[in-house]
């Protein structure tokens, strides 16, 4: 019996009802788990901790949209646990599975009728003083971004030592094949299939006459400083939208290939391309 974590967006899915209805239709067929802080509801499920909850899962069920997935993202891929979303939100690139079809995905899931797609992912670390301040893994992108209050920031760009570009701008995302069509594609950045292994560096509101993405391969290591000469020295860095730290001038982001790839699964034979034009035209 296959054992499957649930793990719902409360804000997209109002009252549970969907979360719910698919907890009915598992019942009896699979091993269902939940957070502790779900036990209210009163259904057929496992109420675990959190931690238990990646330990025990063979599969996780994620409600809700791109957002919901990518707080996952990063543990999932260490315990190696494959996601299927459920698209409660407005694109949805990850949470392919809409309403109406969570049943008949639902059967392919529990009959093995699915394939896995491996995604890369991004070690980021935040380096004040020459030592470890922070460390994460993110699946989407890294911003460095200007403090609020603040105009435009001075950053420079590196990969293994060598200077790729200095930009005057609002910020700088690096963002994996996965995050080309976030925040990226949004500031102007290419769409990349997001089975390809690589960074795309496109900065936010440049000051610049001439400003492109830069798309740079994943062996290489990146590092971002801010400008000494530019007035302005100060920034935060965010992973996947959540806040690591500050950064003044002194200070590094080091972006490396992480150890661990996402898998997300997939239902079907759409493909990514049909994605992007289904919901982005």
Request: aromatic content about 6%.
């Amino acid at each position: 019996m296959k054992r499957i974590a649930i793990i719902p967006n409360n804000g997209k899915d109002l009252g549970l009802l969907n979360t719910k209805k698919i907890i009915e239709y598992l019942a009896d067929r699979a091993e269902l788990y939940m957070d502790t802080a779900y036990s209210v509801i009163g259904m057929k499920v496992n109420y675990v901790t959190l931690s238990e909850l990646y330990s025990k899962a063979e599969v996780l069920l994620v409600l809700g949209g791109d957002g919901t997935i990518l707080q996952c993202a990063a543990e999932s891929a260490k315990k190696h646990i494959p996601i299927l979303g459920i698209n409660l939100g407005r694109i949805g690139f990850m949470t392919e599975v809409e309403i109406d079809d969570i049943e008949c995905a639902l059967d392919k899931l529990l009959e093995d009728d699915y394939t896995t797609e491996k995604r890369m992912m991004m070690r980021v670390e935040i380096k004040k003083d020459n030592k470890l301040h922070s460390c994460c893994h993110a699946l989407n992108d890294v911003v460095v971004s200007k403090s609020a209050g603040m105009r435009l920031i001075g950053m420079e760009l590196y990969t293994d030592g060598q200077l790729v570009n200095r930009y005057i701008a609002d910020g700088l995302i690096i963002a994996t094949p996965t995050g080309s069509t976030g925040y990226s594609i949004s500031a102007g950045g290419p769409v990349v299939d997001p089975r390809m292994q690589l960074y795309v560096a496109t900065p936010i509101c440049a000051h610049m006459l001439s400003v492109r993405s830069a798309v740079l391969p994943s062996e290489k290591k990146i590092v971002i400083k801010l400008d000494k000469t530019y007035p302005e020295c100060d920034a935060i860095v965010s992973a996947d939208g959540d806040v690591q730290g500050y950064i003044k001038d002194i200070d590094e982001v080091i972006i490396t290939k992480s150890e661990y790839e996402f898998e997300l699964i997939k239902i079907g034979n759409q493909s990514f391309y049909d994605t992007v034009l289904r919901k982005l035209s």
